[in-house]
């Protein structure tokens, strides 16, 4: 049964469902109440990411050092580790969770393990645009997403931009869901990407990002799948020749703060965190969609082989895929899934 039926026998209708807010402005499920502690003391924030500097997601967190110590009149230091110098996501997750770090950004995908329900932002070809994503994410279903993570020692203060994958590899373009047959292709350590990989006929293999040039370069995976400022700014043109414009999962980041520091801090400390994370999100959104167009071209003039891919091959990409997604919407909850749809097809009819 699609969605719509669903709504309708279920009658939710309800106008204005969306709580619109930045990037995570609204509640952030982080503990109000704070230390109970006044004033800003003198702080250092260890946050760390897996991206290069140059990618957006550095200039964000550059963007969020500025603010926090500029709010804080110097008090609060951050501290930024870029190209996983502090380990990969699920690490420098881990080190929040034991309040051995601060802040890290990851993407939502290694964090469905945890938190399964964020494996809905794995369903391939569910938003058309940024927009459609940022209505959901900013929406009543990624503020609510948020909300779990404080039962892991986790803050979410907002969601920035990943974007839209696209597949590279080195063997031949991939024009039609045909062509993914037989291709060894790295992906997120997330049971959604390696099931719907599999079943487009690919042979999957799941690692870190930290791990990905390397394998790509040792000719140990053929291909990869990620935004294009992140092809760019992992410089995966030299080790890979072909670039195809799937854009099939739009993935999230999302701001991290460790709990047990979170639950330290005064009022006024997490409204600096919070106030933050949400402008440099904004800023980051901006700069990542801007840093996608320039991508996109330098990669071409870098010398990799682009193809477009028919809106008529995605259908059936997604048609291939239907049984998978029709699986982790059973596992994830179907209610959230509708409601996801619902966010998206209001956006799109806007
Ligand atoms: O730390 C960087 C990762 O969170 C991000 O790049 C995830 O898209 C990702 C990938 O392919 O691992």
């Given at each position: 049964m699609n969605?719509?039926?669903?709504?309708?026998?279920?009658?939710?209708?309800?106008?204005?469902?969306?709580?619109?807010?930045?990037?995570?402005?609204?509640?952030?499920?982080?503990?109000?109440?704070?230390?109970?502690?006044?004033?800003?003391?003198?702080?250092?924030?260890?946050?760390?990411?897996?991206?290069?500097?140059?990618?957006?997601?550095?200039?964000?967190?550059?963007?969020?050092?500025?603010?926090?110590?500029?709010?804080?009149?110097?008090?609060?230091?951050?501290?930024?580790?870029?190209?996983?110098?502090?380990?990969?996501?699920?690490?420098?997750?881990?080190?929040?969770?034991?309040?051995?770090?601060?802040?890290?950004?990851?993407?939502?995908?290694?964090?469905v393990?945890?938190?399964k329900e964020?494996g809905i932002f794995d369903f391939p070809?569910v938003?058309?645009?940024?927009?459609?994503?940022?209505?959901?994410?900013?929406?009543?279903?990624?503020?609510?997403?948020?909300?779990?993570?404080?039962?892991?020692?986790?803050?979410?203060?907002?969601?920035?931009?990943?974007?839209?994958?696209?597949?590279?590899?080195?063997?031949?373009?991939?024009?039609?869901?045909?062509?993914?047959?037989?291709?060894?292709?790295?992906?997120?350590?997330n049971e959604v990407h390696l099931d719907a990989f599999k079943k487009l006929?690919?042979?999957p293999?799941?690692?870190?990002?930290?791990?990905?040039?390397?394998?790509?370069?040792?000719?140990?995976?053929?291909?990869?799948?990620?935004?294009?400022?992140?092809?760019?700014?992992?410089?995966?043109?030299?080790?890979?020749?072909?670039?195809?414009?799937?854009?099939?999962?739009?993935?999230?980041?999302?701001?991290?703060?460790?709990?047990?520091?979170?639950?330290?801090?005064?009022?006024?400390?997490?409204?600096?965190?919070?106030?933050?994370?949400?402008?440099?999100?904004?800023?980051?959104?901006?700069?990542?969609?801007?840093?996608?167009?320039?991508?996109?071209?330098?990669?071409?003039?870098?010398?990799?082989?682009?193809?477009?891919?028919?809106?008529?091959?995605?259908?059936?990409?997604k048609e291939i895929i239907k049984p998978v997604t029709d699986k982790y919407a059973k596992k994830f909850g179907e209610d959230l899934v509708n409601?996801?749809?619902?966010?998206?097809?209001?956006?799109?009819?806007?």
């Amino acid at each position: 049964m699609n969605h719509w039926v669903k709504k309708l026998a279920l009658g939710i209708v309800l106008p204005g469902m969306l709580v619109l807010g930045g990037c995570g402005a609204s509640k952030s499920g982080g503990s109000a109440s704070g230390s109970g502690k006044s004033g800003i003391q003198q702080r250092t924030i260890k946050a760390g990411i897996g991206l290069n500097e140059d990618h957006p997601e550095g200039q964000g967190m550059i963007k969020f050092k500025e603010l926090v110590e500029k709010k804080s009149g110097g008090k609060m230091k951050v501290q930024n580790f870029f190209s996983a110098t502090l380990g990969d996501d699920q690490k420098m997750t881990e080190a929040l969770q034991g309040g051995l770090q601060e802040v890290t950004v990851p993407s939502t995908s290694p964090l469905v393990g945890m938190i399964k329900e964020y494996g809905i932002f794995d369903f391939p070809f569910v938003f058309n645009t940024e927009e459609e994503a940022y209505a959901v994410l900013d929406g009543k279903v990624g503020q609510e997403l948020l909300k779990k993570l404080p039962e892991h020692n986790l803050i979410g203060l907002g969601y920035w931009e990943n974007g839209f994958r696209n597949l590279t590899n080195s063997k031949h373009p991939v024009k039609t869901a045909e062509d993914f047959k037989g291709l060894k292709i790295r992906t997120m350590q997330n049971e959604v990407h390696l099931d719907a990989f599999k079943k487009l006929g690919a042979n999957p293999s799941p690692m870190a990002f930290s791990e990905v040039f390397t394998a790509l370069e040792g000719k140990t995976v053929d291909g990869q799948e990620n935004p294009l400022a992140t092809i760019k700014s992992s410089k995966y043109d030299e080790v890979q020749s072909y670039l195809s414009m799937t854009k099939h999962v739009y993935t999230p980041f999302v701001f991290l703060v460790s709990k047990k520091f979170w639950d330290g801090l005064s009022e006024e400390e997490q409204k600096i965190m919070k106030d933050s994370a949400v402008e440099a999100g904004k800023y980051q959104r901006d700069l990542n969609r801007k840093e996608n167009e320039k991508a996109l071209k330098d990669l071409e003039k870098a010398g990799m082989k682009v193809n477009e891919v028919s809106d008529a091959e995605k259908e059936k990409m997604k048609e291939i895929i239907k049984p998978v997604t029709d699986k982790y919407a059973k596992k994830f909850g179907e209610d959230l899934v509708n409601q996801m749809m619902d966010e998206v097809d209001k956006a799109r009819n806007q």
